[in-house]
C-alpha cells in the first residue's frame, strides 16, 4: 500500500498536466485577475448616492431615519439628499443619482438601470421591509416583547455591522476570486481523471496490467481517491498562500473558517473529474473536453467571468447555483468573508459534502467491475 | 497449468472465440498463433479474469479464474501488447512500483528489482525515464514489469511487436532463459518465426477456433506439403507443366510471372525430378530455391490464406 501511494503520487506530481490545469493555470489566472482587476484592498468603493421624497402627510418617517442613520454610519455607502419628486426624477434622469426612494408606510425604490449601486439599494430597502414585518410579527405574536424590538430596530448600527454591507468587502473584486477559488477546485477533476483511467482495464493497458495484480478492487480505489484529494489539496493551499503572501489580498474572515471550503472543494473536484471518467468508454481527449467544458461552465456561472451571473442565476434559477459547486465555493467564501452568515456557511459545505459522497458513490458502484464486456 | 473448454466470447453479432479449447502443460512455452483478429488477445484477456464470457470455463493451476482468485493471480506475469508503464517513472521505479504490487517485502523485492533489471539489459537506464528510452528498450522494460516478481506463468501478448531486431533476439532469449527458470511461457504472436523458434507446442488460432495443436513438427505433418520447389525466371507452357505435375509426390503446381511453384508431398529427390524435365526439354531458368514447409504452409494449407492476411 506505500508503494501504491508512494509511486501514484510521484506519477501525479510528475504529469506536467496535471501540475498545469489545477496549479499552474489558477495561479497564472489569479495573477492576471489581480492586475487586470485591482487589488482587493486598494479597491474603491463608491458612495451610492439616493434620494429620499417624504411624503407631505406623513407623520412619522420611520423609513427616512433609518436612511439618516445608515448615512450618519462611517462606512460610507449611501449618501442620501431629500428631494422634491420632481427635483429626484431630474437628478436620476441625469445620472446624479442611483435611486429614489418614496418613504411612507411601505416604502418603494425606483431605479433607472441595473448594477452593483442599484442592488444596494435594493439590498437596503428590503432590510428595512424585513425589519418592518418582524416587528409587525412580534407585535401580533409576542407584544410583551414590543419595546425591547423596537429598541434593538431603532440601534441602526446593528443592522448595517450584521449586514456587513459596509467596508470593502463589498466590491465585487472578491466574488471574482472567490469564483477563482471554485474553479481551481473543480480543476482537481483532472487528477481524478488520471487515477480512474489507471483503474479501468477498459481504458489503458496500465490500468489492465494493475487490475491482473493481486491487489483488492476497493484499496486501488481508496489509495488513488486519497492521493488524488491529498494532492489537490495542497494545490489549494499553495494558491491560498499565493494570494495571501504574494498577491497580499485581504480576506475579511478567517482563513481558517476557508479551510474547510478548500478541503471538501478539493475533493468535489477530484471526485467529479472521477465521476467524469468513469462513465462511458468515450476517447480520453473526449473526456478531457467534458471536463473542461463542465468545470468552465459552472465556474462561468459562479460568477468567474462576471460576477452579475451569479446574481442573475441566483434571482432567475436559485435551484442551479445551489447544485453548482463553484457557485458554492464561491458563495461559502462569500458568506465568510462578506455576509457573515454562518448558516449558509454550513448550509453550503454540507450541500459539497453530500455531492462528494454521491460522486464517490457513483463512481464506486462504475468503476468497481471487475470484468468487462469489451477492452 | 491452464485448462479452457469450449470459451465462447461475443462482441454483439461477433464471435471473437467460437468454443475455443486449450490445456497447456506445467513448464511448456505454449505459442497462440494467428493473425490479427483472429482471438488471441481475447483469450489472453478472458484467461486474466479481465473480459467476461459468454460461455465455457477457464481453470489456472486447477482452480477457477475469477477476479477475486489473489492467490492465482499472485503467481502470474503479464506482458501487455501495448507498453504498460508510467511514463513519469523512471525504469528502476517502474519495475520496483510492479513487483510491489505481488512482494511485500522490501529486502526480497530489492533484489529481485535487480535481477529483473539484469534480465532484460536495461542496466545502463534504472534512471531513465521511459520516454528516453527506444523502441526496443521500452519493450524490455514493459516486460521487465511482468516479470519481476518471478512468476510461475507469464503470459506474454506480442511482446515483440515494433521491435528491432537486436532487442528481438534479446527478448526472445530471455524468454526461454524464464521458461528454463521454471515459468510456464503462454507467447502469443503473428510471428510464425519467433513462435517456431522459442515454442515447445503451438495452437493455430483462426476465427475465434483452435483450428490445430501440436509441437511444430507434428503440426507440419499433419500437411501434405513436404517440400516446396520454387524456380525463378522460366518460360514454360501448359505441356510442361502438366508434365510437372505428372511426376511422383508432387500434388500443387503453379506457374506465376516466370515462377514456378510445387508443392511436393515429403520425399527425397523432388528438386531433381523438375530440373530433369526442364534439362530434358532444354528449357533455361534462373534462381532455384527448395524451402521446408513452414507454420505459414500449415495455416496456408488448413485455412486456405496466408497466415499475415
Known amino acids: 500500500m506505500r508503494e501504491m501511494i508512494k509511486y501514484s503520487f510521484l506519477a501525479k506530481i510528475r504529469d506536467f498536466s496535471l501540475v498545469f490545469w489545477p496549479l499552474i493555470f489558477p495561479f497564472v489566472l489569479a495573477t492576471a485577475m489581480y492586475f487586470s482587476i485591482g487589488q482587493m484592498e486598494e479597491a474603491d468603493f463608491e458612495t451610492v448616492r439616493a434620494a429620499v421624497v417624504v411624503k407631505q402627510n406623513a407623520e ?37 443619482i442611483e435611486g429614489i426612494y418614496y418613504s411612507g408606510d411601505t416604502p418603494v425604490l425606483t431605479v433607472d438601470g441595473s448594477g452593483f449601486p442599484q442592488s444596494i439599494l435594493q ?51 472578491a466574488q471574482f476570486f472567490y469564483a477563482l477559488i471554485g474553479m481551481s477546485c473543480l480543476y482537481g477533476c483532472f487528477i481524478g481523471f488520471r487515477s480512474v483511467m489507471e483503474l479501468q482495464a477498459n481504458l489503458s493497458a496500465l490500468a489492465a ?12 480505489i481508496l489509495s488513488e481517491t486519497a492521493v488524488s484529494f491529498g ?135 462504475i468503476i468497481r467491475r471487475e470484468r468487462y464486456d469489451s477492452i | 497449468m491452464i485448462k479452457i473448454e469450449n470459451l465462447v466470447k461475443r462482441y454483439g ?4 472465440l467460437d468454443h475455443f479449447n486449450l490445456e497447456i502443460e506445467e513448464g511448456e512455452i505454449f505459442g497462440l498463433l ?32 475469477t477476479p477475486d482468485n489473489y492467490d492465482v493471480k499472485r503467481q502470474i506475469g503479464i506482458v501487455m501488447q501495448d507498453v504498460a508503464v508510467f511514463d513519469e517513472l523512471n525504469v528502476h521505479d517502474n519495475i520496483d512500483y510492479f513487483c510491489s504490487l505481488y512482494i511485500k517485502d522490501k529486502n526480497k523485492r530489492k533484489e529481485l528489482v535487480e535481477d529483473a ?45 515494433a521491435v528491432d531486431p537486436q532487442s528481438r533476439n534479446k527478448i526472445l532469449e530471455g524468454i526461454c532463459e524464464l521458461n528454463r527458470q521454471g515459468s510456464t511461457i503462454v507467447y502469443t504472436s503473428h510471428y510464425m518465426e519467433e513462435v517456431e523458434q522459442i515454442c515447445t507446442r503451438i495452437a493455430i488460432m483462426d476465427h475465434g477456433r483452435s483450428i490445430a495443436v501440436g509441437t511444430k513438427e507434428e503440426l507440419k505433418s499433419m500437411i501434405k506439403t513436404g517440400e516446396t520447389v520454387t524456380i525463378e525466371a522460366v518460360i514454360l507452357d501448359q505441356e510442361d507443366l502438366t508434365d510437372i505435375g505428372n511426376l511422383p509426390h508432387v500434388f500443387d503446381v503453379r506457374y506465376e510471372e516466370q515462377r514456378l511453384i510445387v508443392r511436393c508431398t515429403g520425399a527425397k529427390h523432388n528438386l531433381i525430378h523438375i530440373l530433369g524435365i526442364l534439362q530434358e526439354k532444354d528449357i533455361p531458368f534462373g534462381r532455384v530455391f527448395s524451402e521446408l514447409p513452414t507454420l505459414n504452409d500449415v495455416f496456408l494449407e488448413i485455412t486456405g490464406k496466408q497466415l499475415r492476411n
Not at chain 1, 468545470?295 to 432567475?316: C, E
Not at chain 1, 452568515?341 to 464517490?360: F, G, H, K, T
Request: with cysteine; hydrophobic share 45%.
Open chain 1, 60 to 96: 412619522e418617517d420611520v423609513f427616512s431615519d433609518y436612511l439618516s442613520e445608515l448615512e450618519k454610519d462611517d462606512s460610507g455607502l449611501i449618501s442620501i439628499q431629500e428631494m422634491s419628486e420632481s427635483k429626484a426624477a431630474g437628478a436620476l434622469a441625469d445620472g446624479e
Open chain 1, 123 to 173: 439590498m437596503i430597502l428590503e432590510s428595512y421591509l424585513e425589519g418592518k414585518q418582524t416587528l409587525e410579527d412580534i407585535a401580533r405574536l409576542h407584544p410583551e416583547g414590543m419595546e425591547a424590538a423596537v429598541r434593538q430596530m431603532a440601534d441602526y448600527s446593528y443592522v448595517t455591522e450584521e449586514v456587513s454591507l459596509g467596508g470593502r468587502t463589498t466590491n465585487t473584486t
Open chain 1, 209 to 220: 496490467r494493475r487490475c491482473v495484480s493481486p491487489v483488492h478492487r476497493m484499496q486501488w
Open chain 1, 231 to 365: 494532492i489537490h489539496f495542497v494545490n489549494m493551499l499553495l494558491l491560498l498562500a499565493y494570494m495571501k503572501y504574494i498577491l497580499r489580498l485581504e480576506f475579511t474572515g478567517t482563513y481558517a473558517g476557508m479551510l474547510p471550503v478548500i478541503c471538501i472543494g478539493s475533493l468535489i473536484g477530484v471526485t467529479m473529474g472521477m465521476f467524469i471518467t468513469s462513465i462511458g468508454k468515450m476517447g480520453e481527449g473526449v473526456k478531457i473536453g467534458i471536463m473542461i467544458g463542465v468545470s468552465m461552465t459552472l465556474s462561468f456561472l459562479a460568477g468567474l467571468m462576471n460576477a452579475d451571473i451569479k446574481n442573475v442565476v441566483d434571482r432567475n434559477a436559485p435551484l442551479l447555483n445551489r447544485l453548482n459547486p463553484a457557485a458554492l465555493i464561491s458563495d461559502a467564501l462569500y458568506c465568510l468573508n462578506v455576509y457573515d452568515a454562518p448558516e449558509r456557511y454550513i448550509q453550503d459545505l454540507v450541500i459539497l459534502s453530500v455531492m462528494c459522497v454521491l460522486l464517490l458513490a457513483g463512481t464506486f458502484v
Open chain 2, 13 to 16: 453479432n461477433i464471435v471473437a
Open chain 2, 34 to 65: 494467428g493473425p490479427n483478429g483472429s482471438g488471441k488477445t481475447t483469450a489472453i484477456n478472458c484467461m486474466l479474469a479481465l473480459l467476461k464470457y459468454d460461455r465455457g470455463s477457464i481453470r489456472i493451476m486447477g482452480r477457477e479464474m
Open chain 2, 117 to 161: 533489471i539484469r534480465f532484460v539489459g536495461l542496466e545502463d537506464y534504472r534512471k531513465t525515464y521511459p520516454k528516453k528510452l527506444s523502441g526496443g528498450l521500452l519493450r524490455r522494460l514493459n516486460i521487465a514489469c511482468g516479470i519481476a516478481h518471478k512468476p510461475r506463468l507469464i503470459i506474454l501478448d506480442e511482446p515483440t511487436v
